[in-house]
Structure formats: C-alpha cells, structure tokens
Nanobody, 123 residues
Framework: QVQLVESGGGLVQPGGSLRLSCAAS????????IGWFRQAPGKEREGISC????????YYLDSVKGRFTISRHNTKNTVYLQMNSLKPEDTAVYYC????????????????WGQGIQVTVSS
C-alpha cells in the first residue's frame, strides 16, 4: 500500500523551529521528487519547496527562502523540511507529495499525498 505520512508538526512560538518528516511506504522514495505544500484556512494550497529525485533541483517559495530547508534520506525513505524563524503567517496544514523524478508546478501533477499535519505559529 502506497502511503506518505507526515509528522513533526505542532504549536510553536514565533521565531521557533520545527522539523517536518515525510515517511514513504509502498514505493521507493528515491525515484520520486518530493514537494512540500501548505494550505491555510480560506487560501489555496501552495507549493513551498520541492526536491527532485536526483537532488539536483531544489525549489523554495520566496517567502520561505533562507528559513526552510528540504532534505532527503533515501535509505530511510524519508524527506524532511526544517523550518526555522517561523512566523505566524506560516500557520497552515502542511502536506508532502510525490511525483516521479522531477518537481511539478501544480498540486494535481503529484501522484501521492500525505494526510497533512497542522503547524501553528503563535505566541
């Protein structure tokens, strides 16, 4: 059974850090690009980061550049999103998604999705 499971979310104060994990099962993560998306209440889902299967392409949304870092550990079949200097506007449900080989521009182009995990940045 193909599955992506996010973990590591929660409540953090502004300026704090969280590390999200995306664990894959039922397929080999190393053959897939992994994207991280988020969706805040009343807003569309937006892509915030992506790493290609070969790791030679990495994308960050401008608003998270310099604060978020994507990485992957293929032997653990897991991708991570390190989030530092968190801001209240980072509050959203975060999702990971997988697409064969290369990063895709649109959520509909990803084959597999996690269930999402809440990140709340508040004092």
């Amino acid at each position: 059974q193909v599955q992506l499971v996010e973990s590591g979310g929660g409540l953090v104060q502004p300026g704090g850090s969280l590390r999200l994990s995306c664990a894959a099962s039922g397929f080999t993560l190393g053959y897939y690009a992994i994207g991280w998306f988020r969706q805040a209440p009343g807003k569309e889902r937006e892509g915030i980061s992506c790493m290609s299967s070969s790791t030679d392409y990495i994308y960050y949304l401008d608003s998270v550049k310099g604060r978020f870092t994507i990485s992957r550990h293929n032997t653990k079949n897991t991708v991570y999103l390190q989030m530092n200097s968190l801001k209240p506007e980072d509050t959203a449900v975060y999702y990971c998604a997988a697409a064969p080989r290369g990063c895709r521009a649109y959520p509909g182009q990803y084959d597999y999705w996690g269930q999402g995990i809440q990140v709340t940045v508040s004092s």
